[in-house]
């Protein structure tokens, strides 16, 4: 396939913008320049977040049925956009088009349309007072939302953070990771097209650390900060904010565990561990890359996992048939094999991959890796601790509920889990005592967008989702009415 040339623009006060220096971006398959990107510095920083604080008073005050039919026309764009974004989406992160294919364009048109109709139906409330005063609460935006994305699942974060924030009536300036700018390019691209305001929607491109990532964390302009990426990024992010006490809301890392016990579906528990495992190359902070099975069928499980996982095919990610597509950079890839040199280095054994798969060019040059499974771990492994971010995975057994927990529960992270069992009041009670934000009974990765998404401990503040974006993207406002 010829490989594209991307010439990605900011996107600020309703105008693509070139920039002064650019950085080259690369496909994740072949590592081949696909394109470049601007990078943005403080005057372009400056620039979006005056544009945002310029329309946001115009775009406070539409009203949300106003804002609601800007967005839909946005959501619909979005949709007779489907198979340039599906294909987009695969050069930016190298994920096979398959999984693009499987709703995900859907996905980001609802993330825009669920939260304009949200903003619409949501919001007041009033306490009548026995006096006869009457309190009401107005819930208003807050001004100029700086939103901060990794490069995972780059356009439906962008879309999951974009929609809420501007049905509640903010502005938006959005940081795209400096690996996956085309999506975001695109997205403003068809925002513009569809008639969104000028200004409302900005997009600055560039590095995280001292530049515009940076650069926009410490902006007075910005009122608040909605950010998914490393937990260790949180917390500078946090200490930049401070500075100007910035409302922030933060998605983090995770190393979820998926608890199959003896009871479960087989065949069931089998797919559904094949997905929390390796789906998006296991680069997904909702996987479940430690797999806890109970004792009596932990041989059977193992059997049949590491067979259905010699089934997934590895390679040219815009082929459909590919399942496993290429890891983001080849920084990454080497990351994610030094946690396999790791295991390597103790009593651990490396079961399935562990190696690269030997494609034809161009693909011989991706940062691919075989998805690989790993057993014979102890919990405090640093390879049951840590977030590897990639298509690597534990396998150890466990004996009944309460040791099940205990590994669980025995990492610094908490933002997902899945629990398989048919028990009813086991999964219940498995469910209630996991640290996660999230827990999945016999399924994964199911997400109602009325839902609180977000983590515990190392995996985040706050949730989004619901009446939670509501309020975290507006201000409440107490009024009190006399009767007098
Ligand atoms: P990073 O934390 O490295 O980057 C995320 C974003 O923050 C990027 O846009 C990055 O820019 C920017 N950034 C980096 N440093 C700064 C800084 N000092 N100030 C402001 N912005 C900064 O994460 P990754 O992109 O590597 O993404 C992977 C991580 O994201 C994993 O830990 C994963 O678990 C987490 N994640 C969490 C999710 C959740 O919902 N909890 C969902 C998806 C991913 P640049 O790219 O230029 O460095």
Redesign the pocket.
């Known amino acids: 396939m010829q490989s594209p040339s991307f010439h990605v623009q900011h996107y600020i006060g309703g105008a693509f913008v070139e920039g002064t220096r650019r950085f080259e971006i690369f496909y994740p398959a072949t590592n081949e320049i696909i394109g470049t990107a601007p990078e943005g510095r403080a005057e372009e920083v400056d620039a979006a977040v005056q544009a945002a604080t310029h329309a946001f008073a115009a775009w406070s005050r539409a009203g949300a049925a106003e804002r609601r039919r800007v967005l839909k026309a946005f959501a619909d764009a979005i949709r007779a956009h489907a198979e340039d974004l599906e294909r987009i989406e695969t050069w930016d992160v190298g994920r096979p088009i398959r999984e693009n294919r499987a709703g995900y364009v859907q996905r980001l048109a609802a993330n825009i349309e669920f939260f304009a109709d949200f903003a619409v139906t949501h919001g007041s409330e009033a306490y009548p007072m026995d006096s006869g005063y009457i309190n009401y609460v107005l819930r208003q935006p807050v001004g100029v939302a700086a939103l901060?994305?990794?490069?995972?699942?780059p356009m439906l974060?962008a879309t999951w953070k974009i929609g809420p924030a501007l049905a509640f009536g903010n502005t938006v300036v959005l940081?795209?990771?400096?690996?996956t700018p085309i999506g975001a390019w695109k997205l403003a691209q068809i925002a513009h097209s569809a008639g969104l305001p000028p200004g409302v929607l900005n997009v600055v491109h560039?590095?995280?650390?001292?530049?515009?990532?940076?650069l926009?964390?410490q902006h007075p302009g910005v009122q608040l900060i909605s950010?998914?990426?490393?937990?260790?990024?949180?917390k500078?992010?946090m200490g930049?904010a401070s500075h100007t006490l910035k409302r922030l809301s933060f998605?983090?890392?995770?190393k979820g565990a998926n608890i199959i016990f003896a009871d479960a579906d087989l065949d069931r528990a089998v797919a559904i561990s094949l997905r929390s495992s390796f789906f998006n190359q296991g680069?997904?902070?909702?996987a479940g890359p430690r797999l806890l099975v109970e004792r009596p069928i932990y041989d059977e499980f193992l059997q049949r996992f590491i067979a259905a996982t010699q089934q997934l095919r590895v390679g040219d990610p815009m082929d459909p048939e590919t399942t496993v597509g290429a890891l983001i950079a080849p920084e990454h890839l080497q990351r994610v094999r030094s946690y396999i040199d790791i295991a390597r280095g103790t009593q651990a054994e490396i079961v399935l991959g562990g190696d690269q798969p030997d494609l034809p060019a161009p693909f011989n040059r991706g940062n691919f890796l075989n998805p690989t499974i790993i057993v014979g771990v102890q919990p405090q492994d640093r390879v049951c601790q840590e977030?590897i971010?990639g298509p690597v995975v534990t396998v150890a057994p466990f004996d009944g509920e309460e040791e099940a927990l205990a590994i669980a529960n025995g990492v610094a992270y908490g933002?997902s889990a899945v629990v398989q069992t048919r028990n009813l009041g086991r999964a219940v009670r498995v469910a209630g005592a996991i640290d996660a934000g999230t827990v999945w009974i016999n399924d994964f990765f199911v997400r109602d967008l009325r839902v609180p998404?977000?983590?515990m401990k190392q995996?985040?503040i706050g949730r989004e989702g619901g009446h939670y974006s509501l309020e975290f993207f507006t201000e409440a406002k107490t009024v009190c009415l006399s009767n007098q």
């Open positions: 901060i994305t990794p490069w995972n699942v974060q940081k795209p990771a400096e690996l560039g590095f995280g650390p001292e530049s515009a990532g940076a926009l964390t950010f998914t990426g490393e937990s260790t990024t949180g500078i992010i930049a998605e983090l890392g995770g680069e997904f902070c909702l977030e971010f933002l998404f977000g983590g995996s985040g």
